[in-house]
């Protein structure tokens, strides 16, 4: 069974950076996705950018160009750099974790617990 460990977070002023760190135990397929998501109070659950085991990215769009998601596929380990935060980034942030099973293409998804990140204006 794979557990999300996330680390980070915190209370940080408008234009300030946060690091956020997720690791990841167990056995991973090494064909997954990693990356963080977040839940403001009363809104959805959205992207905030993701990597593949191969590196490639994706951004949500209000974070492009502010933060930065990298990983290290050796002990699964994905990390998210935010800079100029600002108070609508506030949310409680969320590692994730798709994996592909091979040969039988199965897919599974896992949580952390989350993060609570919190922008003062």
């Known amino acids: 069974q794979v557990q999300l460990r996330e680390s980070g977070g915190g209370l940080v002023q408008a234009g300030g950076s946060l690091r956020l760190s997720c690791a990841a135990s167990g056995t991973v397929s090494i064909t997954n996705v990693m990356g963080w998501y977040r839940q403001a109070p009363g809104k959805k659950r959205e992207l905030v950018a993701d990597?593949?085991?191969?590196?490639?990215?994706h951004y949500g769009d209000t974070v492009k160009g502010r933060f930065t998601i990298s990983r290290d596929n050796a002990d699964n380990t994905v990390n998210l750099q935010m800079n100029s935060l600002e108070p609508e980034d506030t949310a409680v942030y969320y590692c994730?974790?798709?994996?592909?099973?091979?040969?039988?293409?199965?897919?599974?998804?896992?949580w952390g617990q989350g993060t609570q990140v919190t922008v003062s204006s």
């Open positions: 994730n974790l798709i994996e592909v099973v091979l040969p039988t293409g199965t897919k599974n998804t896992y």
């Open positions: 990597i593949t085991s191969g590196g490639s990215r």
